[in-house]
């Protein structure tokens, strides 16, 4: 099976800079996502990787090391609009197209 | 350029009784996933379509749970004789497969059924 991990809740302040973890285990890595989920709303796309290395996008990034089973996002600039779950996915190699596994989502809490 | 959208919204129902939860994909997208979302849980995958055919169903967590998809467009997930535990929000997502040379199949998700089993 895959077992995903991210921590459950994080806080931090506007403007500040916060760095969400994600450890997989997995039997085939095909890639990894990064979800943003307000409140009572659907999750949206943030960051793919799949090949080592930084993928910047604005204000967000997200890092992978698959030797390490081990990703990152990293925003930057706070604003209070990020409070958010924020969720890991992988795709397996060995599974269904496009079938996701995730993790239990971290929490993120911007406080002014 | 609507995106997923998922009826009803918020569903409060009986113990025993049926439910139909509806999902309108993204128009031209032929991969349509259902997930369930508990509290304090991650998303759970439960069934893939590819157009109406679905060749994984592995994530249903019972017999009581069925889904249908026709035209390659709208689905359909039942629940039969609902219980306490099917208590979750159940997301549909969908996808294109590559057709805009999107290689990572991103997936678009509905705004979720709220299901509630009193």
């Known amino acids: 099976g895959q077992n995903i991990d991210q921590p459950t809740e994080m806080t931090a302040t506007e403007g500040a800079i916060v760095q969400i973890n994600c450890t997989y285990q997995?039997?085939?890595?095909?890639?990894l996502f990064w979800y943003q989920q307000h409140a009572g709303e659907a999750p949206t796309f943030l960051s793919y990787?799949?090949?080592?290395g930084l993928e910047e996008k604005g204000r967000f990034s997200s890092f992978l090391s698959r030797s390490k089973g081990y990703s990152y996002l990293l925003l930057k600039e706070l604003q209070m609009k990020d409070s958010a779950s924020y969720l890991c996915?992988?795709?397996?190699?060995?599974?269904?197209?496009?079938?996701?596994?995730f993790g239990r989502g971290t929490q993120l809490t911007v406080w002014p | 350029g609507a995106g997923v959208s998922q009826s009803p919204s918020n569903k409060v129902t009986e113990k025993g009784k049926d439910v139909e939860l509806r999902c309108d994909p993204i128009?031209?997208?032929?991969?349509l996933y259902w997930y369930r979302q508990s509290l304090g849980q991650g998303l759970e995958f439960l069934i893939y379509?590819?157009?109406?055919?679905?060749?994984?169903k592995s994530g249903l967590p019972s017999d009581r749970f069925s889904a249908e998809r026709t035209g390659g467009s709208v689905s359909t997930l039942t629940i039969q004789r609902t219980q306490q535990e099917d208590s979750a929000v159940y997301l549909c997502?969908?996808?294109?497969?590559?057709?805009?040379?999107?290689?990572?199949?991103?997936?678009?998700f509905g705004p979720g059924t709220r299901l509630t089993v009193l």
């Open positions: 997502a969908s996808s294109s497969l590559g057709t805009s040379g999107n290689s990572y199949n991103e997936q678009f």
């Open positions: 997995t039997s085939g890595f095909n890639g």
């Open positions: 990787n799949v090949l080592d």
């Open positions: 996915a992988v795709k397996d190699r060995g599974s269904t197209l496009g079938r996701l596994y």
């Open positions: 128009s031209g997208h032929t991969a």
């Open positions: 379509f590819q157009g109406n055919s679905a060749p994984d």
